[in-house]
């Protein structure tokens, strides 16, 4: 079965990476907080990371569908490269590729990413793409989700208008934005955590945690942890999707999903 890679939530970098300039501690609520103010993205042409991607179904109810979910949990292995710059629409971008393998094979996409002063942004993607994935679902049906299709992936070229914020300049705890994702109707609020240590393929790292509450998906959450090597990490979890199926497309149970993203390698000369 292969995995939809579409344009949504979280989710989640092609992979994307940023370096650290220098990080304080501000004690003001009497914690400890690390605040990185020199968050830098490393857009370096040819910058490449390697990850792999798994996917869990449970509280799967009723129990009659059990059997729909054997061959889980689904792994996937990619890698992402940056390409090259290029023009859209008159917008300046830069071209990340993203290559994804399971056992069924290979799939390819493509996303156009914005870096100023003051944020970081996806323009366009082509083919979906792994920086905002939700699960095997449809576009437009964000709490359906049928685990049976054999999806194909859309080389369309999709627009974000306005450009979907990934990281807001400077990366300090605490701070919110807000993100309309109206393709699927969607306010997506993200928000600097704070920093936590946490240890993948490529180490160990102390990382920024951004939440992300998408109002279309209630109950579920979304998190990523930055560092200045780039996206390290994303734990997505959706409550209660509903279960479809092609004869049953209202729905035959429903079922938790977590899917699981960590980086074993990245190579920033």
Known sequence: MKKLIFLTLVLTLTV?????????VTNSTGIN????????????IGNSWTYTEKEYAS?????SILH????????????VTILYDTVINNIQTRCFLEVTADEHGTSQSRSY???????????????????????NDLPGNRKK???FLDYSIDDAIYYFNPPYIYLKYPVVTGKTWVNLYGIFSDTVTKKYEGYELINVGAGSFKCMKVSAEHYILGGSSFYDYYCRFGLLKRHQFYNDMVVTTEWYPEGIGTADLTNDYTVNSFNIP
Not at 16 to 24: N, Y
Not at 71 to 79: A, D, I, M
Not at 116 to 123: C, F, R, S, V, W
């Open 59 to 63: 509280d799967i109810h009723p129990d």
């Open 33 to 44: 907080t690390l605040d990185t103010l020199g968050f830098t993205f490393p857009f370096q």
């Open 68 to 79: 729909y979910f054997s061959n889980y949990p689904l792994t996937w292995n990619g890698t």
């Open 113 to 135: 990413i914005i870096n100023n002063d003051t944020a970081l942004m996806i323009y366009a993607v082509r083919g979906g793409n792994n920086l905002m994935r939700p699960p």
């Open 145 to 147: 989700f049928n685990p």
């Open 16 to 24: 994307i990476l940023f370096s650290c300039k220098s990080d304080t």
